[in-house]
């Protein structure tokens, strides 16, 4: 292909509960590509439409531009991307389709940075999505957490909070929102409730 034998390709996972700064620390990271003038491309999911449809935007309105993509057209992510793009970024990387990891692994193979934030576990707990598909092939994990909102200690997990109480572990995985719907817990009052059997 047409990248640079030169460049090493490379990795990059942000990952954690909700509320610990995956977001922002990867504007942080795309900040400083911009200091270092490298051609990146910032993509997010298009259900994700919480602050914005055309930025990534963290829960303390921190942003940057991103090119809104569907979850399941991953291959449309290939049009964009040109010879002088020396990095794609993903933000909420949990809700895109398996068939991304396919396409990090073809470009980081091609010499291209790859950084990724997202959340590690959904609301009960369990591996999200592709998470632990790209966990394993990522060069670099950064595991952040946040503040438990009940006890004050490190979280490190994800609290659905539906009509003031937790949610059942059958709710739907996938149910986009902030502080409405969760928060931040440490894993002794995480709680996640059972439909009795």
């Given at each position: 292909m047409y990248y640079s034998e030169n460049r090493?390709?490379?990795?990059e996972v942000i990952c954690g509960p909700m509320f610990a700064g995956k977001t922002e620390e990867l504007i942080?990271?795309?900040?400083?590509?911009?200091?270092?003038?490298?051609?990146?491309?910032?993509?997010k999911p298009s259900i994700d439409n919480r602050y914005s449809t055309d930025e990534v935007v963290s829960h303390n309105k921190k942003s940057t531009k991103a090119i809104n993509i569907s979850i399941n057209h991953v291959s449309e992510i290939k049009k964009y991307i040109t010879p002088e793009i020396s990095a794609l970024v993903f933000d909420e990387v949990q809700f895109f389709n398996i068939e991304l990891i396919d396409l990090i692994l073809e470009y980081a193979n091609l010499g291209l940075r790859i950084i990724c934030a997202g959340l590690d576990k959904d609301f009960t707990g369990k591996p999200f999505g592709l998470m632990p598909d790209l966990l394993a092939i990522a060069d670099d994990v950064t595991k952040l957490t946040a503040i438990c909102m009940v006890c004050g200690e490190e979280a490190t997990e994800t609290q659905r909070i539906i009509n003031g109480k937790p949610a059942y572990d059958n709710d739907q995985t996938v149910l986009i929102g902030a502080s409405e719907s969760y928060e931040a817990r440490c894993r002794k009052c995480h709680k996640v409730l059972h439909h009795d059997k």
């Open positions: 090493v390709g490379r990795i942080r990271r795309v900040k400083r590509m911009d200091y270092a003038k490298k051609r990146y491309l910032v993509f």
